[in-house]
């Protein structure tokens, strides 16, 4: 019996990346609201002012809900878009709960960058049987976004010494490595930025994310433990990198 062949396997990849990026709003809503029971505890405030709050997740749901059975998944990806640019400025300018610089660069170049899947999705990357043109504009607008994430990945791996120790802590050859990582994703977000080989910066990165998923984010301890990352903040992180990942299939396979 034939294995399957290399179309059908983009093709599985290219629908993987939209049911993950699909169901993003799902684990963010989630995380969320155990992280804020996490807080209770400590009677510390959410991040958004509790009305707005539930109108906010009661927004993302049902985005991520119509996109997930598939009704009018453009528009609702670009209302996802917006909703969490929204959540992001709200929570940003609320100030309700003090985060460290570098945490802030985390959080918040996480958010831009699924903001940015939301938008390659809503041009219409990632559909199988595309009825209408794809739309250039919003998947340049969505990349220029996952640049600036890797922008700011190189700049926390340059001056977060939390995040240097948690990739010092996993990789072989210490400093000399890091470095070449850093090299890896200036380059990669050059690409993104400008445009060129696209299919291919999103195949090496999606190679690579996965590790840093596993290794990185994975190591629960370090962050909650070492660096004090709330233990909800640190899952929530974690579903953001995974929703990049599906962004980075979409593009690796239909960009």
């Known amino acids: 019996m034939a294995g399957p062949s290399r179309k059908q396997m983009l093709r599985f990849l290219?629908?993987?990346?939209?049911?993950?990026?699909t169901r993003f709003g799902f684990w963010n809503c989630f995380s969320m609201l155990m992280l804020f029971a996490e807080r209770a505890d400590s009677k510390r405030k959410p991040d958004i002012h509790v009305p707005y709050l539930y109108v906010d997740m009661g927004v993302a749901v049902l985005c991520a809900s119509f996109m997930s059975f598939g009704v009018k998944r453009r528009w609702f990806a670009l209302a996802s878009a917006l909703q969490l640019t929204m959540s992001t400025y709200a929570s940003y300018?609320?100030?309700?709960?003090?985060y460290g610089e570098w945490l802030k660069v985390r959080m918040y170049s996480r958010a831009l960058a699924i903001i940015g899947g939301f938008?390659?999705?809503?041009?219409?990357?990632?559909?199988i049987y595309r009825q209408k043109p794809?739309?250039?504009?919003?998947q340049s607008t969505g990349q220029v976004f996952l640049g600036i994430y890797l922008i700011c990945m190189v700049y926390s791996l340059?001056?977060?010494?939390?995040?240097?120790?948690?990739y010092l802590n996993h990789i072989v050859g210490g400093e000399v490595t890091l470095m070449l990582l850093e090299v890896l994703f200036g380059v990669l977000a050059l690409a993104f930025l400008s445009g060129w080989y696209i299919r291919l910066a999103a195949q090496i990165l999606a190679t690579v994310l996965p590790?840093?998923?596993?290794f990185i984010d994975g190591n629960i301890g370090y962050w909650h433990h070492n660096s004090k990352v709330e233990f909800w903040n640190q899952?929530?992180?974690?579903g953001h990198n995974v929703g990049i990942l599906g962004a980075l299939l979409i593009l690796a396979t239909d960009g």
């Open 93 to 98: 300018v609320g100030e309700q709960v003090y």
């Open 14 to 21: 290219c629908q993987l990346g939209a049911f993950i990026l």
């Open 158 to 166: 340059q001056h977060s010494k939390e995040d240097r120790q948690a």
């Open 211 to 214: 590790l840093v998923i596993l």
């Open 235 to 238: 899952m929530k992180l974690i």
């Open 119 to 127: 938008l390659i999705l809503a041009s219409g990357a990632g559909e």
């Open 134 to 138: 794809r739309s250039r504009s919003l």
